[in-house]
């Protein structure tokens, strides 16, 4: 499967939505953000049916939330506004379009919804990790599993967030050990794992049990490996405003491209056409500014 079908299953998208101040030069812009606010907007644009549960206030900046996601066609659920304010993130984006952030941040989940009617769950990003919450996305993600959904996971490392790295890798595995899709940046993969090679460590998420893992080098491609099989894929040539979003462009190319399909089946071949699909989105995202994902028809 080489793209998204309108008529794919729901996905729920489980994570933070926040407020990201994008500061370039001297000009700064409100975008809403949050990775998994992202990869749900994402899903949106791509046609895919998506609900998002999250952390957020009834305030500005959660109405602008709100009202981005509703137009990609992203619900959020009525349990996610249950915070006294709504998360910020301050984005510096230097003179290679790389950008580094500054959280105000606070993360809970005041109820864990049913699943039924949701053929997939997505979650990651530092709601994975932060807690009160993310004893409660593992219990979701557990949940979800176990109930037969696809579940996939993208720890989108921010290392200011984290506990130690010991922790953080034990609920990194434990949720890698639900998930049947797992995307790593190579960034996330150099701390997570230190000194050990991309091919290993995809190789430790698929003994985990993921049945498609994807490493992303960003300028450099990505890698994809499977029961089936392994690809590389370079990325697209484009011109770079800035990276913020592509990772969450990729993953939620991943999603979409991955529901209803069996993952273990999936040959050399067929990785390499996901990757392709999933670049050509994320070169969408980096020639523009902020997280701006494509939508369904600017990918042919």
Not at 150 to 155: K, R
């Amino acid at each position: 499967m080489t793209a998204p079908l309108v008529d794919a299953v729901p996905v729920l998208v489980v994570g933070e939505a926040l407020v990201d101040l994008l500061r370039v030069g001297d000009d700064v812009r409100r975008i809403p953000g949050g990775s998994p606010a992202n990869v749900a907007l994402g899903l949106g644009r791509l046609g895919v049916p998506t609900a998002l549960l999250s952390h957020l206030a009834a305030d500005d900046d959660g109405r602008l939330i709100e009202s981005r996601l509703a137009q990609s066609g992203v619900r959020i659920l009525p349990d996610s506004f249950s915070a006294g304010r709504t998360s910020t993130a301050t984005a510096r984006v230097d003179a290679q379009g790389d950008a580094a952030y500054e959280f105000d941040i606070a993360w809970e989940i005041s109820r864990i919804p049913e699943l039924d009617g949701y053929g997939a769950v997505h979650v990651g990003s530092y709601s994975a990790f932060v807690t009160p919450g993310a004893d409660r996305v593992l219990e979701l993600a557990t949940r979800a599993s176990a109930a037969g959904h696809q579940v996939s996971l993208d720890p989108n490392i921010r290392p200011q967030l984290l506990p130690p790295l010991r922790w953080a890798v034990a609920r990194f595995e434990a949720l890698a050990g639900q998930a049947n899709l797992v995307k790593l940046s190579d960034d996330d993969a150099a701390w997570l794992y230190p000194d050990v090679d991309p091919d290993a460590v995809l190789s430790r998420l698929l003994e985990l049990g993921a049945g498609l893992a994807v490493l992303t080098k960003g300028s450099e491609g990505s890698l994809l490996a499977g029961r089936g099989g392994r690809a590389v894929v370079a990325s697209r040539s484009v011109p770079v405003v800035d990276t913020v979003g592509a990772g969450d462009t990729y993953m939620a190319a991943l999603i979409a491209c991955c529901l209803d399909v069996d993952l273990a089946g999936l040959d050399a071949t067929e990785l390499e056409r996901i990757g392709e699909f999933c670049a050509r989105a994320a070169g969408v995202t980096v020639s523009r500014a902020g997280a701006d994902l494509p939508w369904r028809a600017e990918l042919g």
